[in-house]
């Protein structure tokens, strides 16, 4: 059974109560049970962290064992090459994702110190991006 994990960055948990009209009003972890039902055939994981330390530590942990990496960072995207960095030191695919289209957004948004060391980048399609970078590994 493939093993994936989502991780999830900085204001990300407070996803349904936080700027709805860009990122929603579904929390994430509902959002994840459904997520879990929909591919029963993997071994579907979740972790979020508000800390940049805390995030490569994981991405540490699973970068050797599991099968893929969803990344959405938040605006350590746009500001970390150590998770860039860290991104590029593991050997488990990385596919980094954003709930907006952040070329729509404010023009600092529009670079990624991620995306270099991913497999791919999804953006815009809501919270289906995520289901999206999971059909990408299976």
Do not use: W
Not at 44 to 73: R, T
Request: glycine residues 10%; contains cysteine.
């Amino acid at each position: 059974m493939k093993k994936i994990i989502i991780i999830n960055g900085p204001n990300l948990n407070l996803l349904g109560v936080r700027e709805t009209s860009i990122y929603g009003n579904q929390d994430f972890i509902s959002y994840f049970e459904g997520l879990k039902g929909d591919f029963q055939e993997l071994e579907l994981h979740y972790y979020q962290s508000n800390h940049e330390g805390a995030i490569i530590d994981k991405l540490h942990e699973v970068g050797f064992s599991y099968d893929g990496v969803i990344l959405n960072a938040g605006a350590f995207t746009h500001t970390s090459v150590a998770i860039g960095d860290a991104i590029a030191g593991i050997k488990t695919p990385v596919v980094e994702v954003h709930i907006s289209n952040v070329h729509q957004r404010e023009t600092f948004r529009h670079h990624s110190y991620l995306a270099k060391n991913c497999v791919g980048v999804i953006c815009g399609f809501g919270l289906n991006s995520y289901k999206l970078a999971i059909h990408s590994f299976v």
